[in-house]
């Protein structure tokens, strides 16, 4: 059996919890991350992550990634759910918010082709909506992604890549790696953060 698409929700709002819940009603794979946050503030704590940490989800072509941090830490979420294969990054905000948050985006070295798959806002248009309203015209959207194939089971390399610190030497799983900078648009991957805090400082990031 192919697996469940895997909804990964970031943040902790009305809508975030309406996301969890539906996306378990419909039997997906459901992970909230709510970074510095606590699982019993959210309606199912088992779900729960309080570090943003993608390096053992499996997150990949069947995975939808779901930003709703309330501009508290967006870039920083998008970042990371860039980083990953999941075929839906979706970042609820105004316009006028996700627009902003891109030109950080821009700002830190991230390149065009990947802001271009953020899906902003997220969800269908319908309007002026309450929190929990806007969760479902994001789950409809996803709904519809899956129904036309978007979110689907892609194939697993054989071998994890590495890339290879630049500061050490040392070779980095990029599956697993916390660290990474971005620089003339692509990134590099660390080690541990003394070698990207020298690489940054190097290259006057």
Not at 3 to 28: C, T
Not at 32 to 58: K, M, N, Y
Not at 135 to 156: C, I, K, N, P
């Amino acid at each position: 059996m192919p697996p469940r698409p895997q909804l990964v929700v970031i943040g902790r709002s009305p809508a975030v919890g309406a996301l969890a819940l539906m996306g378990q009603a419909l039997e997906w794979d459901v992970v909230v991350i709510d970074d510095g946050g606590q699982p019993d503030e959210h309606p199912v704590p088992a779900l729960v992550r309080t570090t943003l940490d993608f390096s053992d989800l499996g997150v990949g072509v069947s995975s939808a990634v779901v930003v709703a941090t309330q501009g508290h830490y967006d870039d920083l979420a998008l970042e990371a759910a860039l980083s990953t294969d999941a075929s839906y990054v979706g970042l609820v905000a105004s316009r006028k918010r996700a627009d902003a948050v891109k030109e950080r985006l821009i700002a830190k070295g991230v390149p065009s082709e990947l802001l271009a798959r953020i899906q902003a806002p997220a969800g269908l248009d319908l309007g002026r909506l309450s929190n929990r309203e806007l969760a479902v015209a994001v789950l409809a959207d996803l709904v519809a992604l899956r129904a036309s194939g978007r979110l689907t089971l892609g194939s697993v390399p054989a071998e994890a890549p590495t890339a290879t610190d630049p500061i050490c030497g040392m070779k980095v799983m990029i599956s697993e790696a916390k660290y990474f900078s971005w620089s003339g648009g692509s990134r590099v991957f660390f080690c541990a953060p003394g070698c990207k805090a020298s690489f940054d400082s190097a290259s006057g990031s």
